[in-house]
């Protein structure tokens, strides 16, 4: 069984920056595909952020390519995602997952945390 487990939210203004943190159960943690996910009032949804488990690749949407970094640390069994110059539109419940597949697809990924509150005030 896979647990993961979300940290580092909360409230700031835009320009801030926040370093979300995902802390994994599983002793097989170094082979899994992780990924953040984040879901806006009244929205859907949707990918932020992926890495792969060998560390060779990330994928980012364009909303947050360039302003956004996910990393991951196998011996510690988490993954970090750096967010900087934060923007309203961020503003979110980010959640992390977990999956065989390097995809942005939210259907490749087979556990989820319960997510972290990211608000950004203007």
């Known amino acids: 069984q896979v647990q993961l487990v979300e940290s580092g939210g909360g409230l700031v203004q835009a320009g801030a920056s926040l370093r979300l943190t995902c802390a994994a159960s599983?002793?097989?943690?170094?082979?899994?595909?992780m990924a953040w996910f984040r879901q806006g009032p009244g929205k859907e949804r949707e990918f932020v952020a992926a890495?792969?488990?060998?560390?060779?690749?990330?994928r980012y949407s364009d909303s947050v390519k360039g302003r956004f970094t996910i990393s991951r640390d196998n011996a510690k069994n988490t993954v970090h995602l750096q967010m900087n110059s934060l923007k309203p539109g961020d503003t979110a419940l980010y959640y992390c997952a977990s999956g065989r597949l390097h995809s942005t697809s939210m259907w490749d990924y087979d556990y989820w945390g319960q997510g972290t509150q990211v608000t950004v005030s203007s």
């Open positions: 890495i792969s488990w060998s560390v060779d690749s990330t």
């Open positions: 599983g002793r097989t943690f170094s082979t899994w595909a």
